[in-house]
């Protein structure tokens, strides 16, 4: 579904429909979050996470919270791989040996 900030999100939704007035983010949330307001898919990096990487074994999980001296709002993304364990260089080029994984068969397909 779009957000409110115009991207493609599999985590969100709305319902305006019949006098409704429903938006959820359905992302896994880190236990320290702050509750989710629809102006954060604003700041949120998921859409592009989701956009650059297409790996199913990819685990997200968001915190939303206040910055530094409680001015600002972020959306921080922790992402782990089920197969690998923990993202830990750019989530949107996902896990380094599921990449090395697909180019492996990548080339023996080729060969
Ligand atoms: S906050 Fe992020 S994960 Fe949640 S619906 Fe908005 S864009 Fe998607
Ligand atoms: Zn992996």
């Not at 019949?18 to 604003?42: E, T």
């Not at 592009?48 to 001296?69: E, H, K, Y």
């Not at 690998?84 to 996902?94: A, K, L, Q, R």
Request: hydrophobic share 35%; with cysteine; aromatic share 8%.
């Amino acid at each position: 579904m779009i957000t409110p900030a115009g991207a493609e999100c599999v985590y969100y939704y709305e319902d305006f429909a019949r006098g409704a007035r429903r938006q959820l983010c359905r992302v896994p949330k880190d236990s320290r979050s702050d509750s989710w307001g629809a102006s954060d898919c604003l700041r949120c990096p998921v859409p592009g996470i989701l956009a650059a990487n297409a790996s199913r074994r990819l685990d997200i999980r968001v915190r939303f919270r206040r910055g530094r001296f409680g001015v600002g709002r972020r959306a921080e993304a922790e992402v782990w791989c089920t197969e690998h364990g923990p993202v830990i260089s750019d989530p949107h080029v996902g896990c380094p040996e599921c990449n090395a994984e697909a180019d492996r068969l990548l080339r023996e397909a080729l060969e």
